[in-house]
């Protein structure tokens, strides 16, 4: 069987398009998400050969998180594609179980005869 492909929301894709260009980690992505970073304003942070003084873009985003959190990783790292595949599986296990209990709830066990 064909695996289901979930569509990425829109407030996801400029994330991803942030890690193919700047050539991030999934890792990096989830500590610049994490430390409240745009990935619209990375060209400003990533311009480290015009501007020596500056250290690369994922060794500046993992110096943030390190300051921040007192860690070098998330302790739940996965992939922005993972999450989404999870958050569409909680809702279609939610809606299951939804029916399921309406449906229950709209037959009285007398078939509804008073």
Known sequence: MAKKH???PQQF???LAAR??????????QMAREL??????????????QEPWK???PQFIEDCYRK?????????????EE??????ARKVAAQGQKVQQHGAETIPPDGGKP
């Open 6 to 8: 979930t569509a990425i």
């Open 13 to 15: 894709q400029p994330w």
């Open 20 to 29: 193919t260009k700047y050539r991030l980690t999934h890792a990096q992505i």
């Open 36 to 49: 409240g970073m745009n990935p619209k304003k990375f060209g400003g942070l990533a311009n480290h050969r």
């Open 55 to 57: 250290v690369p873009l």
């Open 68 to 80: 921040r959190f007192g860690k070098s990783q998330p302790a739940d790292l996965r992939s922005i």
């Open 83 to 88: 999450k989404v595949a999870a958050q569409a």
